[in-house]
C-alpha cells in the first residue's frame, strides 16, 4: 500500500522532508513506499509552484480538508501552528510529524501530547540531530558503558544570523508565534540531545538575554516600520540531569563566526566524547588510559545509517538527517510501531523549555516537572 503524505508548509524545513522523502526509494528500499500527495499552504500562486518544485501531486490551502484524509501529516509551520492542526490530525487517528520545538507554549504542547496520546498513532517530534550517525554512535558508546558514569552533559547551540541589528524580524522574533527566541529554536534541540544521550531535565537555573528590542520588517515601503522583537537572543541554563549528572546548555544568534555550531561534550567515570555539528561525520571519543581524544570517521559500513549511502569516507551532511528521521518516522507508520522522540519527548523539551523562562523570570532553579 503506497502512504499518502500531506505537507503544511513548503518553505525552509517542507523542502528539507520533501528532499528526504524523494530521497528514499533510492537509498532506503525498505522504507515504505509513499506519496508526496498533498501540500498545504496559504498563498495559491505560491503554493502551486512549491508543490511543483517539491514533487506534491496536489495542494490545499485548508488543512482541515486534507488532516483526514492522508496516512501522515506533518506540520513544517510556524510554532504557533502546530497545536491545532496536529490535534485535528491526531483525533482523525492520522499520525504526526511536528517540527520543533513542539508547540509556543507548554499548555499547547500538553494538548498534543494528550491527543497523541488517545489516539495512539505514531507522531514524531523533528528533533533531526538524533539522527546524525556520530550521534548514534555516541549513545552506542555511553549504553555499552565506555564512558563509564556520567557525570557533565555540555551543549552550546550558536548562529550569528541576528547579529546585525537591520536583520529584519522574522515570526522567529515573536513570543506569540514562536513562543521563544534562541532558547526554544536551538535550545530544544540541545535539550532533546541531552535526554537521547544521558536522561532527563531534572532542574534548571535559566538566563535568556534580547539584545536588539526591534528589527525592520522587510517591505517595497519607502518608510521602514520596524516590530518589536519579544523573545529572547540568546539563554543560557545550568541544569541537573537525572543520575545527578551536571549540565550546561546555551544558544545565541548573536555569536558572531558561528553559523550552526551545534556542540555537545559530555564526560563520564572513564571516558569523554566531543561532537560539533559543523564537524557532523566525526566524534571526538576519549577512551579510558589514553592520555587525548581520537577522532573516528564515523562512516563505515557498520556505523549507524551509513550502509545506505557511501564509502567509508564519503562524508555525509546535514540533510541525511532528514532522511534517517522520515525513514524512522514513516516506517513506524506502516507498521504501527512506537517512535521515538514522539509528542511525549516534545513535551518533555517543552517543560524544559518553559523552566528555564520561568527561572530566568523569577530568578531561582525551577523543578521540571
Ligand atoms: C534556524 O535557527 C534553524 O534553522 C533552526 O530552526 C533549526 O531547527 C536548526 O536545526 C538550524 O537553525
Known amino acids: 500500500m503506497t502512504l499518502t503524505v500531506g505537507v503544511l508548509g513548503y518553505r525552509f524545513m517542507g523542502k528539507a522532508h520533501a528532499n528526504a522523502m524523494a530521497r528514499l526509494p533510492m537509498f532506503f528500499p525498505d522504507a515504505p513506499e509513499i506519496e508526496r500527495h498533498v501540500l498545504v499552504g496559504r498563498d495559491e500562486a505560491a503554493l502551486a509552484d512549491a508543490a511543483d518544485q517539491l514533487g506534491f501531486e496536489t495542494t490545499a490551502t485548508d488543512w482541515e480538508d486534507v488532516v483526514d484524509e492522508v496516512d501522515a501529516f506533518y506540520n513544517l509551520g510556524p510554532n504557533h501552528v502546530h497545536a491545532e492542526p496536529s490535534i485535528a490530525a491526531l483525533e482523525a487517528g492520522t499520525p504526526v510529524l511536528s517540527e520543533k520545538p513542539l508547540a509556543n507554549d507548554l499548555q499547547s504542547a500538553e494538548r498534543m501530547a494528550e491527543a497523541a496520546e488517545s489516539a495512539g498513532v505514531p507522531t514524531a517530534t523533528a528533533f533531526n540531530y538524533r539522527f546524525v550517525p556520530a550521534i548514534r554512535y555516541a549513545k552506542n558508546l555511553i549504553e555499552d558503558g565506555e564512558l563509564g558514569e556520567i557525570r557533565h ?31 526554544g529554536d536551538l535550545g530544544a534541540h540541545t535539550i532533546d540531545l541531552a535526554r537521547f544521550l544521558v536522561g532527563d531535565v531534572e532542574r534548571v537555573s535559566g538566563h535568556l538575554q534580547t539584545f536588539v528590542d526591534e528589527r525592520p520588517v522587510e517591505g517595497d515601503g519607502d518608510e521602514t516600520e520596524m516590530r518589536e522583537v519579544t523573545v529572547d537572543d540568546a539563554y543560557s541554563a545550568q541544569a541537573e540531569l537525572e543520575g545527578d549528572v551536571m549540565a550546561t546548555f546555551e544558544a545565541s544568534r548573536f555569536a558572531t563566526g558561528h553559523k550552526n555550531d551545534h556542540s555537545i561534550e559530555i564526560h563520564g567515570s572513564k571516558g569523554s566524547l566531543k561532537f560539533s555539528l559543523e564537524r557532523l561525520n566525526e ?61 511525549a519527548d516534545g513535551l518533555a523539551v517543552q517543560r524544559a523549555l518553559a523552566a528555564i523562562q520561568e527561572s530566568d523570570e523569577n530568578g531561582e532553579w525551577v523543578a521540571v516537572e
Open 283 to 343: 566524534l571526538e571519543v576519549l577512551r579510558e588510559g589514553n592520555r587525548g581524544y581520537e577522532t573516528i570517521l564515523v562512516t563505515d559500513a557498520d556505523d549507524p545509517y551509513v550502509e545506505h549511502w557511501w564509502p567509508p569516507g564519503h562524508v555525509l551532511g546535514w540533510e541525511h538527517t532528514f532522511v534517517h528521521e522520515n525513514y524512522e518516522f514513516l516506517s513506524a507508520v506502516d507498521s504501527g510501531e512506537a517512535y521515538h522522540p514522539n509528542f
Open 153 to 183: 552533559f555540555r551543549g552550546t547551540y550558536m548562529q550569528d544570523w541576528l547579529a546585525d541589528p537591520e536583520a529584519p524580524w522574522s515570526w522567529r522574533n515573536s513570543e506569540e508565534m514562536a513562543g521563544s527566541g534562541a532558547l
